[in-house]
């Protein structure tokens, strides 16, 4: 069986973070394992406390992991701060199996989940993973993307790995965008009109990572978790008062 390591953030609610990476893991037949960097108090709702786990302890959770499991690729997800981001590309720099980037930056809620100052570091951190997945306010943050602006591409097509740019919404269409090496590709799915889209970016991501290591291509495991995501959310369950969960068991029985 195939071992994933997640490196990122627990969500008490259980619809993002690690705990969503898990799930996924899971859905698409891999083993999971987990590096938690910051505990939240979160729901459905927002954020409502952000405590970073001591780098140290972050370090120590990855040793143990990797001294134990052959590892076939790691997922990154929320971070919090430049300390915390630049001991993670410290370990990056050291892998030779793919890793997926979900630069965390705002919850689908609104809530601020990386200090200011470490847009930086994030960015640095982008340049030594084999894919960063933004969705669009991130992509603005990271590399002055803007959709529709033709000018703002020259930063993101000049980036030394591939970036995949979510959420474009047309008309009834969700379209993903993917760059690298001056090129596009473009993926699409189904719009799904719902309010339970909490952890769709932990997920995705987490997916992308799990298809990697299963064997899949960039493009291949991107098109297989794009349907995942759009599966689990066309059956996300009808729980929490606002931005609800996704199903990833539902999600993940039309990938298999």
Not at 99 to 121: E, F, N, R, T, Y
Not at 166 to 181: E, P, R
Request: aromatic fraction near 6%.
């Amino acid at each position: 069986m195939k071992v994933v390591l997640t490196i990122a953030g627990s969500d008490s609610s259980g619809g993002a973070g690690i705990q969503a990476d898990l799930k996924t893991f899971e859905a698409f037949g891999v083993f999971g394992t987990s590096a938690v960097t910051v505990l939240t108090a979160q729901n459905t709702v927002g954020v409502q406390a952000i405590h970073p786990i001591p780098v140290s302890m972050i370090l120590k959770q990855i040793e143990s992991v990797v001294s134990d499991f052959d590892l076939s690729a790691v997922k990154i997800g929320m971070l919090f701060d430049t300390e915390i981001i630049e001991a993670i590309t410290t370990f990056v720099k050291t892998l030779s199996i793919p890793v997926v980037l979900d630069p965390v930056c705002v919850s689908k809620a609104g809530s601020i989940l990386l200090k200011h100052d470490a847009i930086g570091a994030l960015e640095e951190l982008s340049r030594h993973v084999t894919l960063s997945t933004p969705n669009l306010h991130e992509a603005y943050e990271l590399f002055q993307y803007k959709m529709g602006d033709t000018d703002s591409l020259e930063t993101l097509i000049s980036h030394p790995t591939p970036v995949l740019i979510k959420n474009h919404a047309m008309g009834n269409v969700s379209t993903d965008l993917l760059y690298f090496k001056h090129q596009k590709w473009i993926f699409t799915s189904e719009l799904i009109d719902s309010t339970s889209q909490h952890g769709t970016g932990c997920s995705y991501s987490s997916a992308i990572a799990a298809n990697l290591a299963l064997g899949y291509t960039l493009e291949e495991s991107i098109e297989r978790s794009k349907r995942f995501i759009t599966e689990a959310i066309r059956h996300a369950p009808p729980i929490g008062i606002g931005r609800g969960p996704i199903n990833h068991k539902a999600g993940g029985s039309y990938v298999a």
